[in-house]
């Protein structure tokens, strides 16, 4: 069940709370932050790519949606602390 907005907010000041305390023993605080900054990123995606479908395919649209398509890989590398493949293409 999706929370409200309010709920949301209490869930995630608690969840830096707990992550700055330390205080994260089976790690739900960790994994909400990760999860409501991925979402963002990837909510990002699906805005920049419905507009790149509204506007039959602009090649500014285009651009903008493979620097989004960037953006959220190179977060989940951040996020991840891998290092990112480069085939050197």
Not at 7 to 16: K, P, T
Not at 21 to 44: A, G, I, N
Not at 61 to 89: P, Q, V
Request: aromatic residues 6%.
């Amino acid at each position: 069940m999706k929370p409200s907005s309010e709920q949301m907010e209490h869930a995630l000041e608690v969840a830096e709370s707990m992550r700055e305390q330390d205080d994260d023993p089976d790690f739900l605080s960790r994994t909400l932050l990760y999860m409501q900054h991925r979402l963002e990123v990837l909510e990002k995606v699906c805005d920049v790519a419905n507009e790149y479908m509204r506007f039959g395919q602009d090649e500014r649209e285009h651009a903008k949606l493979l620097h989004a398509l960037e953006a959220a890989r190179a977060a989940e590398y951040h996020e991840s602390n891998r290092e990112r493949e480069d085939f050197g293409l």
